[in-house]
């Protein structure tokens, strides 16, 4: 079992960035999958980022490509996703989220989630 603890989130102009951090406990870091999901208000969840476990492959939605960046440290315990050249379309809750096993596609199915953490882009 995977634990997820998100960090970094807060309110920033348009155009400004922001980090969002993820520190996972309870299990070996580098046998998951991680993503980043986002639930803004009276809309369903929706992936924004994945990573494999090796940070080997990494896959984005559209809406983020060119704009936003996942990476990880297996040393740490982290993933972290840069948001640049933030929108007020990008407020949402960030989820981070952990899938055990191999990763080599868009579609990411996590088998746990963490609490989330608010980011709010404002205009």
């Known amino acids: 079992q995977v634990q997820l603890v998100e960090s970094g989130g807060g309110l920033v102009q348009a155009g400004g960035s922001l980090r969002v951090s993820c520190v996972a406990s309870?299990?070996?870091?580098?046998?998951?999958?991680m993503g980043w999901f986002r639930q803004a208000p009276g809309k369903e969840r929706e992936f924004v980022a994945g990573i494999s476990w090796s940070g080997g492959h990494r896959y984005y939605a559209d809406s983020v490509k060119g704009r936003f960046t996942i990476s990880r440290d297996n040393a740490k315990n982290t993933v972290v996703l840069q948001m640049n050249s933030l929108k007020p379309e990008d407020t949402a809750v960030y989820y981070c989220?952990?899938?055990?096993?191999?990763?080599?596609?868009?579609?990411?199915?996590?088998?746990?989630w963490g609490q989330g953490t608010q980011v709010t882009v404002s205009s």
């Open positions: 309870g299990d070996t870091f580098s046998s998951y999958a």
């Open positions: 989220a952990a899938r055990r096993g191999s990763y080599s596609s868009g579609s990411f199915y996590p088998d746990y």
